[in-house]
Structure formats: structure tokens, C-alpha cells
Nanobody, 119 residues
């Protein structure tokens, strides 16, 4: 079992930056692929960025070059550095821990943190 707590959201002007943090508690953080998802009002929750146990990263096209995901296994934490923020980045951002095994998978979610990009 993994418990996830996000922080770092807030209100920022277009072009600004924010750094989201996700603190994980529980066993074996390093075995999970970690991801950041976001959900805007009336829309589905979509993957923004992910980082594997080996440090490989993946981003949705709309954030490439602007967002950076990283993890610190010693601190049981994952981060999302967001720069050049746009109004369309406004959403609730969720941290996810994912573990795939032969016959199934585990997925754990945080409670979310609101990011609002507005002037």
C-alpha cells in the first residue's frame, strides 16, 4: 500500500512556474512507475508525465519542453517542475503510483492539488 500526498499547487500568471511535489509513504516506493495526471472541469483525467523506476520519462505532447518530472527514491518523492504555464494547464493535478505485475496491476492516487493559470 502506498499513500500519496501532493503539494505545491496554486494560482500563477501565464508564463509563470510552479513545482509540484508528491510525498509517498509505505513500502517499496522505488518499484513504482510514478506519474502526474490532471483533470480539468468536465474533462477526463489524463496523463501529463511519467517516470519509470529506471528514470525513463514520458510526456504528453502539450507539455514537452515546459514540464519536467523527476523522482528522488531516497526521499520517496516525485516532482513536476512546470514552466511557461498556460491557461489550458489549469486543472487538478494528481500523483499516481503504478505497479504492473504478471496478472494485474496496482494503482494508487493522491488527493490532488489545484493549479490555476490566470491573469
Amino acid at each position: 500500500q502506498v499513500q500519496l500526498v501532493e503539494s505545491g499547487g496554486g494560482l500563477v500568471q501565464p508564463g509563470g512556474s510552479l513545482r509540484l511535489s508528491c510525498a509517498a509513504s509505505g513500502a517499496s516506493f522505488s518499484i513504482y512507475t510514478m506519474g502526474w495526471y490532471r483533470q480539468a472541469p468536465g474533462k477526463q483525467r489524463d496523463l501529463v508525465a511519467a517516470i519509470t523506476t529506471g528514470g525513463l520519462t514520458n510526456y504528453v505532447d502539450s507539455v514537452k519542453g515546459r514540464f519536467t518530472i523527476s523522482r528522488d527514491n531516497a526521499k520517496n518523492a516525485v516532482y513536476l517542475q512546470m514552466t511557461s504555464l498556460k491557461p489550458e494547464d489549469t486543472a487538478v493535478y494528481y500523483c499516481n503510483a503504478h505497479y504492473q505485475f504478471l496478472i494485474g496491476q496496482y494503482d494508487y492516487w493522491g488527493q490532488g492539488t489545484q493549479v490555476t493559470v490566470s491573469s
